[in-house]
Nanobody
Framework: QVQLAESGGGLVQTGDSLTLSCRIS????????MAWIRQVPGKEREFVAG????????YYRDSVKGRFTISRDNAENTMYLQMNNLKPEDTAVYYC??????????????????WGQGTQVTVSS
């Protein structure tokens, strides 16, 4: 089993920055890909950014490219999402997710095996 714990959400204004953290514990060696996925009430979860752990390849949805950066710290078993120039449409609950497989569509949110509890990000206009 893998446990994920997010932190770092909050209320910010348009144009502000925020960094989310996801601490990983448990059977870490089984995890091949990690992602940040967000959800707005009444809407489907959507892939935001992901990182393939064996080679650190990164992936982003178009709307956050150039503003968000995903990274990881192996020594701390932690993944980060640096979010700059935040917009009201970024408001959502952000989840950390992990998958034991590589390949296929990382945008398909139902593929992920493990999930954190989520952290709220609210961007005011």
């Amino acid at each position: 089993q893998v446990q994920l714990a997010e932190s770092g959400g909050g209320l910010v204004q348009t144009g502000d920055s925020l960094t989310l953290s996801c601490r990983i514990s448990g059977e870490i060696s089984s995890v091949q890909f990690m992602a940040w996925i967000r959800q707005v009430p009444g809407k489907e979860r959507e892939f935001v950014a992901g990182i393939a752990l064996p080679f650190s390849a990164t992936y982003y949805r178009d709307s956050v490219k150039g503003r968000f950066t995903i990274s990881r710290d192996n020594a701390e078993n932690t993944m980060y999402l640096q979010m700059n120039n935040l917009k009201p449409e970024d408001t959502a609950v952000y989840y950390c997710a992990a998958d034991s497989r590589l390949g296929g569509s990382y945008y398909y949110t139902k593929r992920y095996d493990y999930w954190g509890q989520g952290t709220q990000v609210t961007v005011s206009s």
